[in-house]
């Protein structure tokens, strides 16, 4: 059976998203589910330690007892066996945020990434912030050299626009005219979604696309769909296709 998407907007580690990351916990198996977390998009800028040391603060804050920062950092590390193998047994695989390109690159038709596959299609929740969330699209807008790149696809025929709230809608508008076929996910910071709606249960390998997903957290996410945009507030359930 498939596991759980989980995306979230940015500014994961402020002390405001314990309700999206403890619901991923829950969706995990408690908190003694092996939770692991990859620092790659954090590496560019030598900044991969203390990230993963302020994820590790915070889910071990939230009561999670099984955390581990994984050294993937590189391609090399991508490939390495024996990072794969903890990743396949994960129950929580959680990406930082940081570079989006360089996180894309790093993991794409790696060991690793298959095995994180493996433990999705096993049951485990994949999810990230920011740039975590959005090499899980379709596409990711990398704005360091303002262009559209094809991203790992977990979550087809879409492309996530973080920290919505701040600085990431201004990206809205160039990218409805570059993607005007995916639907743009304007996720804000503090905010997470998750496709863990009723119909997960009664039908777990319904297309993400058609699953009913749940928002948590601070803010709201935006749905640039087909022309229409739409606003979904925490609490309430959306489906990313309309139907």
């Known amino acids: 059976m498939a596991g759980y998407i989980f995306l979230e907007g940015g500014a994961e580690f402020g002390g405001q998203m314990a309700d999206p990351d403890l619901r991923a916990i829950t969706l995990a198996g408690g908190f003694n589910a ?9 590496a560019p800028d030598n900044n991969h330690q ?11 804050k939230l009561g999670a007892i099984d955390v581990t920062i994984l050294p993937l950092i590189d391609r090399a590390s991508a490939n390495q066996p024996s990072i794969a193998k903890q990743l396949q047994s994960s129950r929580l695989i959680y990406l930082l945020g940081g570079f989006p390109h360089y996180l894309a690159q790093t993991i794409s038709a790696s060991l690793c990434w298959q095995a994180m596959l493996i433990a999705y299609r096993s ?15 379709r596409y990711y807008f990398d704005p360091d050299r303002g262009r559209v790149y094809e991203g790992l696809n977990l979550l087809p025929n879409t492309c996530v ?18 993607l005007p076929t995916q639907v743009l996910i304007g996720i804000d910071e503090e905010t997470g979604m998750i496709d863990d709606g009723i119909n997960h249960e009664t039908d777990p390998d319904l297309p993400r696309l058609d699953a009913l997903w749940s928002i948590y957290g601070k803010g ?21 296709l309309p139907h």
Do not use: E
């Not at 203390?50 to 071990?60: D, E």
């Not at 049951?123 to 699209?137: D, N």
């Open 220 to 240: 709201v996410v935006t749905l640039y769909r087909y022309g229409q945009i739409s606003t979904n507030k925490p609490g309430t359930q959306f489906t990313i």
């Open 50 to 60: 203390r990230a993963g040391h302020n994820a590790l603060a915070w889910f071990k």
């Open 123 to 137: 049951g485990a929740i994949i999810g990230g912030s920011s740039a975590g969330a959005m090499v899980l699209c």
């Open 34 to 42: 092996p939770i692991s977390v990859i620092p790659a998009a954090a």
């Open 161 to 178: 626009i973080p920290h919505h709230n701040t600085f990431g809608k201004s990206w809205s508008t160039k990218l409805t005219s570059l």
